[in-house]
């Protein structure tokens, strides 16, 4: 993306959560750790789904074919508390997840709002195309019919669902 060396994060710095959202393979985990590591805690749907998963299957190895979405409820759960549990002690961080619609980034807006905490939102509006060619490569891909699924439901973010910074990245 050669946008990110022209971009400046500056008006995220001192926001207590950002979001980083976009389409599975669109960079959203290389763009943490190359822009957000520095001062934050990451938090990631997929890889608490990882990590249940391999806990209660005795170290059987994880992927989304295997992963049961009925358990999505205790993820979101392990999810909320581990925000909760790092912006209680003072944490900022960057919830590093797909977070494509409104509806999907509502629960952590509120969160957000109900901890007195501000929280902006960075999102990679990378082709589906482009992310379906990442994702053949990747060493555990998602299924083709999600990336296909979530760029069906996609909605860019805007600042009226409550965030304090909104950039877009194409």
């Known amino acids: 993306m050669n946008t ?3 971009i400046s994060l500056a008006a995220f710095d001192s926001i207590d959560i950002v979001m980083l959202g976009g389409l599975p393979a669109c960079g959203k985990s290389r763009f943490a750790t190359t822009h957000l590591k520095q001062g934050r ?9 990882r990590m249940l998963y391999e ?6 190895p994880w992927s989304d074919e295997v992963f049961s979405y009925s358990d999505e409820y205790l993820v ?20 590093d997840n797909t977070s494509i619609n409104r509806d999907a980034r509502l629960s952590h807006i509120r969160l957000a709002k109900s901890m007195n905490k ?11 195309k482009i992310c ?3 994702n053949e490569k990747a060493d555990q891909p998602v299924p083709e019919s999600l990336i296909a699924n979530l760029a069906a439901a996609m909605e ?3 600042r009226s669902e409550g965030f304090r910074e ?3 990245l194409s």
């Open 4 to 6: 990110e060396k022209r």
């Open 41 to 49: 805690m990451r938090v990631n749907r997929k890889e608490i789904r």
């Open 55 to 60: 806990m209660t299957r005795f170290g059987e």
């Open 76 to 95: 979101s759960h392990v999810e909320r508390r581990i925000i909760e549990h790092l912006l209680e002690n003072r944490h900022r961080i960057v919830i």
């Open 118 to 128: 501000s929280i902006g939102m960075i999102f990679l509006d990378v082709p589906a």
């Open 132 to 134: 379906l060619e990442r």
């Open 156 to 158: 860019l973010p805007d």
């Open 166 to 168: 909104v950039l877009i």
